[in-house]
């Protein structure tokens, strides 16, 4: 089985911290995705990649940046928490780079609330 | 402009019920591939089927069935006899190589009531 795993399940920051959610996955997947989950508006992405050091912006990558140093570990980044970032975020992983039609599968999701 | 389009905010049903959850997507694409995800109260998404373009047959899988028509490019997904269990968020999701990405619906709440 797949095993997607995010650092943190329950995170709360300040207004202006530099925040790091961690995702990590077992299965030798190439490709990593960063998503937001927010009520009404379904799940939308912000960053993924499809290779080590390899990145690309989604529909919402303002106020975000990511890191992907080895395979199977990939950083979302919040330079500066602001309260709108206040959400649930998935990792999620799928197996071949540069396939986006492969079945992702993804982590239990960390909440993060910015006071 | 939104790529798949679940317009059932939320349901509910009473237990042992059959339900059926709508999904309608949107694509210029020849090849792509739909999917169905549930989400339950713990939050992670759990994948449940993927269907190409091309396959155009029903699918059962226990007590969950889904029907893609292209014609009518919907992939709707029944619960038949639903239990408690089922409550949860499901997610119906596009993918396909133009814009390199998936694209998710909004999500239908589902309430099986006991």
């Known amino acids: 089985d797949v095993k997607v795993t995010q650092s943190s399940r329950y995170l709360v920051k300040r207004t202006g911290e530099k925040v790091f959610l961690e995702c990590v996955q077992d299965?030798?997947?190439?490709?990593m995705f960063w998503y937001r989950q927010d009520p009404g508006l379904g799940l939308r992405l912000i960053y993924f990649s499809y290779d080590v050091k390899m990145k690309e912006k989604g529909d919402i990558p303002e106020g975000y940046s990511v890191s992907r140093e080895k395979k199977e570990r990939f950083s979302l980044i919040l330079e500066s928490a602001s309260t709108n970032q206040t959400s649930m975020y998935l990792c999620a992983s799928s197996e071949q780079g540069g396939f986006p039609t492969d079945t992702q599968y993804f982590g239990p999701g960390t909440r993060l609330t910015v006071l | 402009a939104q790529k798949v389009t679940q317009a059932q905010t939320e349901i509910s049903v009473v237990e042992k019920e059959d339900v059926t959850l709508d999904c309608v997507y949107e694509?210029?694409?020849?090849?792509?591939?739909l999917f169905w995800y549930k989400q339950p109260p713990s939050g992670e998404l759990v994948f449940l089927i993927r269907?190409?373009?091309?396959?155009?047959q029903n699918e059962i899988s226990g007590r969950y069935s889904w029907n893609f028509q292209k014609s009518t490019s919907s992939f709707n997904f029944t619960i038949t006899a639903s239990q408690v269990v089922d409550s949860a968020v499901y997610f119906c999701?596009?993918?396909?190589?133009?814009?390199?990405?998936?694209?998710f619906g909004t999500g239908t709440s589902l309430t099986v009531i006991p």
């Open positions: 999701a596009l993918a396909q190589n133009t814009g390199n990405q998936f694209y």
């Open positions: 694509t210029r694409d020849t090849t792509y591939y």
């Open positions: 299965m030798d997947h190439e490709n």
């Open positions: 269907r190409n373009s091309f396959d155009e």
